[in-house]
């Protein structure tokens, strides 16, 4: 799939007019640079062709617009309760007072909020989570440190509470923030996001749990790539994961991108266009 876009440029017409703005608040423009070229990969992806009636679907699903499950209608004003799953089905939203006989598998199974450890900085927020058991969960986003610089975040759970683990920032990041992450076991964890460099491009980072330290891990470019990022990330195993994001062009169009973990190395893998 490729298609002309000019909102991805904008981005970075964001991100230099945040360098001439002054000094108060560059981690912010920064992060609206980000959200910007993000913004405008998915409108490129969105915005139906000439004739179309159907638009694409988006790059980044969670900027789409939100789509309840056919089986869960949209129910305003619900009652306060909590959500039973059903063996087999899609489950039922249980008030409170209803007997929890209603589904026997839903005894136990309840949502409940956690508090993770405030990072050393203004601003946070962890972006994506994965466990490999119920005490063992990994999530990652990013926090501007006391430089105000937005720098990679990870906060590990135990089963009991969540810790702060000290990731690195990638060489030369000027900006950096991980959108997704993946792990196989609690010693085997890969975060991917997008950092830029000091020549304000935007590129593709990842970083690898060994069960004692996170480490940046390099990652290969197409050709004639200009901006690219990776927004998701999957692993079987510690030597299998796959990465997926995008990138553009000097022309201004924008490409998919993937990526293989052979446990070695990244590589890229070439992918269909639609």
């Not at 008030?95 to 006989?101: L, Q, V």
């Not at 390099?218 to 997926?244: E, Q």
């Not at 994001?245 to 590589?267: K, P």
């Amino acid at each position: 799939m490729s298609r002309r876009l000019g909102l991805p440029l904008a981005g970075l017409a964001v991100w230099r007019a945040g360098s001439q703005v002054g000094a108060r608040r560059p981690a912010l423009m920064r992060l609206l640079s980000v959200l910007a070229l993000v913004l405008g990969l998915t409108g490129a992806l969105t915005a139906a062709p000439a004739g179309a009636t159907q638009p694409r679907k988006a790059l980044v699903p969670w900027l789409a617009p939100s789509r309840a499950p056919a089986h869960v209608p949209l129910q305003p004003g619900l009652p306060a309760g909590r959500w039973g799953p059903g063996i087999p089905g899609p489950g039922a939203w249980l008030p409170t007072g209803e007997p929890a006989a209603a589904t026997p598998a839903a005894s136990g199974i309840l949502w409940r909020v956690e508090q993770p450890t405030s990072a050393v900085g203004p601003n946070g927020a962890l972006n994506a989570v994965s466990c490999a058991g119920p005490a063992a969960c990994t999530g990652m986003g990013f926090y501007t440190n006391s430089a105000d610089t937005f720098v990679p975040l990870a906060e590990a759970w135990n089963g009991t509470s969540w810790r702060i683990q000290a990731t690195p920032n990638p060489a030369g990041a000027t900006f950096a923030m991980m959108l997704g992450v993946s792990c196989s076991s609690a010693r085997a964890c890969t975060g991917v996001g997008i950092y830029t460099n000091s020549a304000n491009a935007f590129l593709p980072v990842a970083e690898r749990w060994n069960g004692t330290a996170w480490r940046v891990q390099a990652i290969p470019l197409p050709a004639g790539a200009r901006n690219a990022d990776l927004t998701g990330v999957s692993c079987t195993s510690a030597s299998i994961c796959f990465a997926v994001g995008g990138y553009t062009v000097s022309t201004g169009r924008v490409f998919e991108l993937a990526e293989r973990w052979n446990g070695t190395r990244w590589a890229i893998q070439p992918t269909p266009n639609p």
